[in-house]
């Protein structure tokens, strides 16, 4: 992968960036995305903002050697603090972390979003938490999908800020839209994951100190993706 072929999961994240966008890209790592957008047109500036010395260096020499430095900026900030108010940003993009870690970079830098931007968002897990928190702060889900890339499933979430918006607890766990459309990918996933957790069901039952409310959640689960799958 690279500035000029993005990985699979990566150009179906792009595909949801609107056209004209101003993008910021937090956890940016080699800045990508943002270079790739742009080579193709389709956003007019982006922020690309990385916690850590290394990736941040390493995006500052993509951005340098394909000398968009007027159009890209990257900022070495933590989560949303990369957004500062003068750059007019409409849409923010976070990949390749944990669920609970997208979640937690998006409650702490609330600030600094004005909630006009469209959120695209590729958990790697921790999808359920990060779901709620999208309800809770009035953000509807107006595109998700199951990628299945490299043995694991990526799940890419695009949400907007509307008003109130209600998910079950179902919803909130499968996914609304994942839950209606019920895709080849979105079944395998699944499929596989009902495994994983009648396996920890029996690895319970041996273990004999599990806390029930543990051994309650995992049964639930299962119930839901037994119903689910049919």
Known sequence: ?????????????????????????????????????????????????????????AAERTVRENDLQAQ???????????IEP??????????????????DILDSGKARLNGQERLILQPNGGEQPLRQWLMENHYR???????????FDYEIIVAERSGPVVYSAEQLYFGPLQMQACSPAFIAKWQRTLRRKQTTLVQFQQAHAVPEQK????????????????
């Open 1 to 57: 992968m690279n500035q000029h072929t993005l990985s699979r999961r990566l150009a179906q994240v792009a595909a949801h960036v609107p056209v004209g966008a101003r993008l910021a890209d937090i956890g940016s790592d080699h800045a990508y995305l943002p270079v790739a957008l742009m080579h193709q047109g389709v956003i007019t500036a982006a922020v690309a903002g990385e916690v850590a010395l290394t990736p941040f260096h």
């Open 215 to 230: 051994v309650q959640d995992v049964t639930r689960q299962v119930q839901w993706i037994t119903q689910l799958l049919g």
């Open 72 to 82: 890209i900026t990257v900022r070495l900030a933590n989560g949303l603090a990369a």
């Open 141 to 151: 889900i107006l595109f998700e999908e199951v990628l299945h890339e490299n043995r």
């Open 86 to 103: 003068g750059d007019g940003i409409t849409a923010v993009s976070l990949c390749g972390m944990g669920g609970e870690t997208i979640r």
